[in-house]
């Protein structure tokens, strides 16, 4: 395999994490009857560019189908974030009712709801037909489609160039990454900015948050391989923000390589010295990670296994893409968790990709009165933690497996 960005042969292996179906491709009831498609779910890193990516792998069009179940809209802590970068985006770059804000990768318009209420124009690029239909509910303008150069030169020809694009948690989820940037310095404006937000691989590695690791996710990005993706692609950077999202996530600002409007802040050239005295440009920062992540299946396999064989009643909470890692690596199946909680009703009557173990709604959790609650979304722990704050009624416990074991 050659590598997505800079076309170098790859070797140095990252994580294997054995094989996998995509971690969206929930179960219906009529699916149960038939086989499941299982992919390798391998690793690699880019001596070259440093790009840590997964094998060639399902392509987009079967990882993000018209029944794709992510919904944004479900976690109030996203919602809070995505109206707080509404908030500091328009008054530092002064969007107002003559602007135009482009999201791509929209979803259900969790973010672009903010920016309609605010009275400034904008529209939104999404695949999924059905997270695409709920923005429409809202009232955002949607197009239904994969970005690329092909798109962005049929919208700049249509005069719908950005002054504000917004690419969260997307940027790792495109197979040609290059084709995805370069759509971008077409799209936006001389003037334009782009804010790039994805999960930080040093946060990745240091965590030991190997469930972050699905087919959907084609790359793990620092900002030393993003910020080469982007100069080689029209953008340049000009600032990065270091984030608590997903665990830890970088917020990347570019605006037109073409344009010298923005002078770079002091944040991008710290953090990519920051990056080089981890040893993020070393092949030793990446050896021992498979290790790491053995430790936290082997002890999270235990622990469901010793309180399965006291008679403990053990279900989880989140019916996450993470989540769906983690089980299916450690082999997880409904013996050992009895059920997965979710709040998303797309999610619940079917059942998680691989393990196979029935997602269902919040109402059940009462009825069972499980002695542990697996958080799957652990960078939702707190939040999950105070909305079920009633298990300790019954001296009900939490659960998280990432970064190490922990029962609370």
Known sequence: MKCRHCNTDLSLSFIDLGSAPPSNAYLTPDKLKTPEKWFPLKVMVCSACWLVQTEDCPGADELFSPDYAYFSSYSSTWLAHAQNYVEKM?????????????????????????????????????????????ARQKGIDIMENFFGVKLAKILANEEKCADLMVANNVLAH????????????????????????????LQLVSQNQFDTIYHEHYSYLSLTSANRIFNKNGLSVFDVEQLS????????????????????????SALL??????????????????????????????????????????????????????????????????????????????CLPGSRIPVVAESYIKTFRPDYVTILPWNLKEEIMTQLSYIRDWGGKFVTAVPHLEIV
């Open 273 to 350: 010295t920051l990056e080089v005295q981890a040893g993020m440009t070393t092949i030793d920062y990446y050896n021992g990670f498979q290790d790491k992540a053995n430790k936290v299946k082997n002890d999270f396999l235990s622990f469901l296994i010793a309180a399965r064989n006291k008679g403990k009643k053990i279900i989880g909470y989140g019916a996450a893409a993470k989540g769906n890692t983690l089980l299916n690596y450690a082999g997880v199946r409904p013996d050992l968790i009895s059920f997965v909680v979710d709040l998303n009703p797309a999610k619940q009557g079917k």
């Open 245 to 268: 999202t997903h665990g830890g996530s970088l917020r990347v600002f570019a605006g037109r390589k073409d344009s010298a409007c923005r002078e770079q802040t002091k944040n991008v």
């Open 174 to 201: 495109v197979p040609d990454i290059n084709d995805f940037v370069s759509g971008f310095a077409i799209l936006l404006k001389p003037n334009g900015v782009a804010t790039f937000e994805f999960p930080h691989l």
């Open 90 to 134: 328009s008054a530092r770059f002064n969007l107002n009712k003559t602007s135009n804000v482009v999201e791509v990768a929209a979803n259900d318009g969790y973010l672009l709801q903010y920016v309609k209420q605010a009275g400034i124009p904008c529209f939104g690029i999404e695949p999924t037909k059905n997270t695409a239909d709920v």
